[in-house]
Nanobody, 124 residues
Framework: QVQLVESGGGLVQAGGSLRLSCAASGRTFGNFAMGWFRQAPGKDREFVAAVTRSGDGTYYTDSVKGRFTISRASAKNTVYLQLNRLKPEDTAVYYC?????????????????WGQGTQVTVSS
């Protein structure tokens, strides 16, 4: 089992920044590739970003490239998502997830563990 707890969400004006954190406990964090997803009201959960098990590879959905950065701190069992130049359309509940593999994974159906989510609201 892996437990994932997100934090760092909140209300921010358009153009602002937030840093989301996802703290992992349980099985060895270093065995898992990690991802961030988001779900806006009335919409499906969508992929945002992913990082490899080693931390040396990342992948982003096109709408966040150049604005969001995913990283991991293995010593802290934590993965981060830095959100810059936020837009109202970034408003959603953001979830982190873990998958027992080495590479980046885009498909949410492949992830093994999920956090409870943290709300990000961007006002215009």
């Amino acid at each position: 089992q892996v437990q994932l707890v997100e934090s760092g969400g909140g209300l921010v004006q358009a153009g602002g920044s937030l840093r989301l954190s996802c703290a992992a406990s349980g099985r060895t964090f270093g065995n898992f590739a990690m991802g961030w997803f988001r779900q806006a009201p009335g919409k499906d959960r969508e992929f945002v970003a992913a990082v490899t098990r080693s931390g040396d590879g990342t992948y982003y959905t096109d709408s966040v490239k150049g604005r969001f950065t995913i990283s991991r701190a293995s010593a802290k069992n934590t993965v981060y998502l830095q959100l810059n130049r936020l837009k109202p359309e970034d408003t959603a509940v953001y979830y982190c997830a873990a998958v027992l593999t080495s590479g980046v994974v885009v498909d949410p159906g492949r992830y093994d563990y999920w956090g409870q989510g943290t709300q990000v609201t961007v006002s215009s």
